[in-house]
């Protein structure tokens, strides 16, 4: 039986020689533009990812020091990593927009880059042995919020940029920004020029969403300071801030201010109160 018979078209139509073309290259068609929604694709999308970034990070030369950044006034840890995405329409709500639970499922495939990038893999610490060997450390997502500002179409190209925010005893927290595309290309040529500033590029109407997202370290059950992971991997100065203190204390103030907005979600549970709240029903979802 053709793949073609089971859509139930009439015999005339099943007996064109186009009928046999058309479709086939249609739902091929299809697919291709829709392919970020195929089953199993984020998969394939976050692990190609992961792997690329692990890869040119470790071709880096581990000998020298990677606290501060091409520019030298500023820390690596603080640098962005910009993805370029698109949006099919598979992905649209019913006002034809990027439906809102879609942000996040970019921000996963973003975010894993930028840790890949940073530690070149997964984050390591010390083996307790004391034999020189390093341990893995597992990275868990602990909390992700999105503020929306402007739609974005079908088939609009956009841009997420993605940085280290600040990080406190447990947390590591990271900002992220959907952007209309082409703003990175602007920022990396303003840094050929003279003034190293971008020009012509209106940040205030560029950025379509924001999103604050936190991180927690841990080696089985037992969490491991932010700080501690970060200076063993050679991302900030040890002890932090030791040559660079103004800099990165000036970073973390202002990255914790916004972080810290993050800790009066932590509260949402207690406000679980159903007993004296009404219930309007239960139903059922597909």
């Known amino acids: ?13 099943l007996s064109s020689p186009y009928t046999q073309y058309v479709i086939p290259i249609t ?7 829709n392919m970020k929604v195929i089953p199993g694709f984020w998969h394939i999308r976050l692990f190609k990812g992961i792997i690329t970034q692990s890869l040119r990070q470790r071709k880096i030369d581990t000998s020298k020091s990677r606290v501060m950044s091409i520019s030298e006034d500023s820390p690596y840890i603080f640098s962005y990593l910009v993805t370029t995405h698109h949006n099919p329409p598979l992905e649209c709500d019913y006002n034809m927009h990027k439906s809102n639970s879609t942000f996040f499922s970019d921000l996963d495939i973003n975010r894993a880059q930028l840790l890949g990038r940073l530690f070149g893999g ?27 500002k402007r ?24 900002v992220s920004y959907f952007v209309v595309a082409g703003t990175g290309e602007k920022v990396i040529r303003s840094l050929h020029t003279e003034s190293g500033k971008p020009s012509g590029v209106d940040f205030s109407k560029a950025v ?10 841990k080696d089985g059950r037992m969490t491991i300071s932010p700080a501690d992971v970060l200076g063993y991997n050679g991302l900030i100065s040890e002890p932090e801030g030791a040559e660079n203190e103004s800099v990165f204390t000036q970073q973390q103030q202002k990255g ?25 029903g239960i139903y059922a979802d597909l």
């Not at 739609?151 to 990271?174: C, G, N, T």
């Not at 379509?208 to 370290?217: I, N, P, Q, T």
């Open 122 to 148: 997964f984050p390591r610490k010390p083996s307790e042995s004391g034999k020189g060997t390093e341990k893995t450390l597992n990275v868990a997502l602990g909390g992700v919020s999105c503020v929306f």
């Open 151 to 174: 739609e974005i179409k079908p088939f609009q190209r956009y841009e997420i940029w993605s940085r280290v925010l600040a990080w406190d005893h447990k947390w590591l927290y990271m």
């Open 27 to 33: 739902i091929a068609a299809v697919c291709w533009v």
């Open 208 to 217: 379509l969403a924001s999103s604050l997202s936190r991180y927690v370290f």
């Open 256 to 280: 914790l201010e916004v972080a810290r907005l993050f800790h009066g979600l932590d509260t949402l549970p207690t406000q679980f109160e159903p007993v004296p709240s009404s219930v309007l």
């Open 1 to 13: 039986m053709s793949p073609v018979s089971v859509l139930g078209l009439p015999g005339e139509l």
